[in-house]
């Protein structure tokens, strides 16, 4: 596990969208880190071979004595893993924004069984989408938030589903296209809606 995050860590691309995210699902602990291989899949798994991104950090690391020396550890991380019993880790490449994704299973799953990668990233950026919402926020601030560029995307993938869902609500909705229109969640906004029916109903008794 902690080689698992200094992998991460070390070979990022700092200069790519997002950030690193570590997941533990019902199954299996997901370990993302931006960026794409920078060797095959093959060599990746085998070591031995190590083109890594960020050497300061890697050195830094290798003297605190938490990282092995360059190529050994993913190598590291499989043979641990399956020393435990569990299945062999895998890893796949995400695009758009580029994100390499180690992932150890925790058991053996059917390929039917085995939950994809995009709606675990999806159900992690609406959960990101509703935390940054608590306040009213505009379109264009919610979509740098979570780093993500396409618009057309952003809408269709997130924003219209949570609406649709009734977590997320415009704050202008008999105005869509409005260019004050901003998203707030649900939560928040009937938050506001009990305190102006409580306010309306005191001004009653007046």
Avoid at 85 to 95: C, L
Avoid at 170 to 183: A, C, G, I, L, V
Wanted: hydrophobic share 35%; with cysteine.
């Amino acid at each position: 596990m902690r080689e698992a995050l200094i992998n991460c860590i070390i070979h990022q691309d700092v200069n790519a969208q997002g950030h690193i995210i570590v997941e533990r699902t019902d199954d299996s602990f997901v370990f993302m880190n931006p960026g794409m291989l920078l060797v095959s899949r093959q060599q990746y798994f085998e070591g031995g071979r190590s083109i890594c991104r960020n050497p300061t950090l890697q050195k830094m690391f290798m003297l605190l004595g938490r990282a092995e020396k360059a190529g050994s550890g993913v190598d590291k991380i499989v043979s641990g893993w399956q020393y435990l019993g569990w299945p062999h880790p895998t890893v796949a490449e995400e695009m758009r924004p580029d994100y390499v994704v180690l992932t150890l299973r925790l058991g053996v799953k059917t390929t039917q069984e085995n939950p994809s990668r995009r709606p675990i990233k999806k159900n992690w950026r609406k959960r990101q989408i509703l935390e940054f919402c608590e306040k009213p926020k505009s379109f264009s601030e919610i979509m740098d938030n979570i780093g993500l560029k396409d618009r057309v995307s952003f809408k269709r993938l997130y924003i219209n589903p949570m609406i649709e869902e009734g977590v997320l609500a415009m704050t202008e909705p008999d105005n869509p296209t409005s260019r004050n229109q901003m998203y707030v969640t649900v939560q928040e906004t009937q938050k506001r809606e009990d305190a102006q029916e409580g306010s309306q109903e005191g001004s009653q008794h007046e």
